[in-house]
């Protein structure tokens, strides 16, 4: 079963412009991770964010996490081609053994 | 530093046909994980080693899937006898901690299979 939730399921914009992912999630957690995945390729770690943090940054990321809505969202400013891939949250959840538990993905497609 | 490594990346059979996946961690990383990704889903946890022991297999079908992690090093993945339903990508991957530490998870490029 996935524990999160990503939205939208597609997202297409121009080059240079900002994009927004959303992920939601059902239980409490430890931590909540964001990976990225081109296609046909391996998932690779973005940004780890802990429960008792707010905001974190990385280069052109930024990530946000509230716990009362349980959700967190993904930003990417000034978008590049090479950001065109697929945007996954992984949850590790409170009491199930540090087991990270996947969403579906955001498909993002940056347009040159 | 190198990679995790899999192998084959692409493998197709025919259904009841047996199938073996390799990976090989990154070094020094205790924790290996199976993940298996179906098309247009994110990755489900199949099996999850700490050395050599399977400390997770709760969502390993285990009637025809076996798992194995010799020397608490490489690792090998068997479907036997494969079904229509096993075509998916299989991801193996590892961390040096925990992921509900401060464990990154880093992947192979997958195994793709497909069952005919």
């Known amino acids: 079963s996935q524990q999160g939730e990503e939205d939208p399921q597609a997202l297409s914009i121009q080059e240079g412009e900002n994009a927004t992912m959303n992920c939601s999630y059902k239980?409490?957690?430890?931590?909540l991770q964001w990976y990225r995945q081109n296609s046909g390729r391996g998932l690779v770690h973005l940004i780890l964010?802990?429960?008792?943090?707010r905001e974190k940054h990385s280069g052109r990321l930024r990530v946000t996490l509230d716990t009362s809505k349980k959700s967190s969202s993904l930003l990417i400013t000034a978008s590049r081609a090479a950001d065109t891939a697929s945007y996954f949250c992984?949850?590790?959840?409170?009491?199930?053994?540090?087991?990270?538990?996947f969403g579906a993905g955001t498909i993002l497609r940056v347009k040159s | 530093e190198a990679g995790v490594v899999q192998s084959p990346r692409y493998k197709i059979i025919e259904k009841k046909q047996p199938v073996a996946f390799w990976c090989n961690p990154i070094?020094?990383?205790?924790?290996l994980y199976w993940y298996r990704q179906n098309l247009g889903q994110g990755p489900e946890l199949l099996i999850r080693?700490?050395?050599?022991?399977?400390?997770?297999d709760s969502q390993l079908p285990k009637d025809r899937f076996s798992a194995e992690r010799l020397k608490g090093v490489d690792s090998t993945l068997k479907i036997q006898p494969a079904e229509l339903g096993d075509s998916a990508v299989y991801l193996c991957?590892?961390?040096?901690?925990?992921?509900?530490?401060?464990?990154?998870?880093?992947f192979g490029e997958g195994s793709r299979l497909t069952v005919l």
């Open positions: 991957a590892s961390s040096l901690e925990l992921a509900g530490g401060n464990g990154e998870l880093f």
């Open positions: 239980t409490s957690i430890n931590n």
């Open positions: 964010i802990r429960s008792n943090e």
């Open positions: 992984a949850t590790d959840r409170l009491g199930y053994g540090n087991k990270l538990v």
């Open positions: 070094s020094g990383h205790n924790t």
């Open positions: 080693y700490e050395n050599e022991e399977a400390v997770d």
